[in-house]
């Protein structure tokens, strides 16, 4: 079990950017021009539960600490909520993520090259595959993919093409066993695999 105490993105942590708010979808009825890239920490925080769970990790407890106040000062260890208490797209992205990998133990991580990297998961109905990396290189390897899986963003959303900036993590969902999926991230360029521990 892990105990986060934070979040993935360092950003707004007592060490990281203070002039973070966690102000999310907030714009007009803020005080100063919001620049947090919500997206981005989003990701982050899933790339980082994802590595977690990678390594074997069975329970995440994401767990904010001194935080809640206003939008005065930056909030420190903050997770899933703006620092207003209201949702933040942090919390959306890991509720997709959830819903994806939920029942589903993680069999490999391969690299199949470019820096794109893959965690499959798999369970009884089939699985996910979470690729992580670049856009550009990834796009080529989805397509490639597009008759094994169906593919969706960091939100759920159905993935549209061709892909966009900022969407660097990419769900791949497949039925049945993972092997085919296995095989064709493996023939790819760089192959490497780590498998489970």
């Known amino acids: 079990m892990i105990l986060s105490e934070g979040q993935g993105a360092s950003l707004g942590s007592a060490a990281g950017d203070t002039s973070m708010r966690y102000a999310g979808f907030y ?41 809640y106040e206003d939008f005065s000062r930056a909030p420190s260890f903050l997770v899933l909520f703006n620092a207003d208490g ?23 991580r391969l690299d199949p090259g470019n820096g794109v990297h893959a965690y499959v998961f798999s369970g009884k109905k089939g699985g996910t595959v979470v690729f992580t990396g670049p856009v550009a290189s990834m796009e080529s390897l989805l397509k490639a993919a597009r008759g094994t899986m169906t593919f969706y963003d960091l939100y759920g959303n159905p993935v549209v093409w061709p892909l966009s900036f900022g969407q660097e993590l990419i769900y791949g969902e497949f039925s049945g066993s993972p092997d085919p999926v296995i095989s064709l991230l493996s023939t790819k360029q760089g192959g490497h695999n780590e498998p489970k521990q």
């Not at 069975?58 to 904010?64: A, D, M, N, P, T």
């Not at 209201?86 to 490999?108: G, I, K, N, W, Y």
């Open 27 to 67: 714009n007009r009825t803020l005080p100063w021009k919001n620049e947090e890239d919500f997206n981005s920490v989003a990701e982050r925080n899933v790339r980082y539960i994802v590595s977690f769970l990678s390594l074997g990790v069975k329970r995440i407890f994401l767990y904010s600490a001194h935080c």
């Open 86 to 108: 209201s949702p933040h797209p942090m919390l959306p992205a890991c509720s997709a993520m959830a819903r994806r990998l939920e029942d589903r133990a993680f069999q490999v």
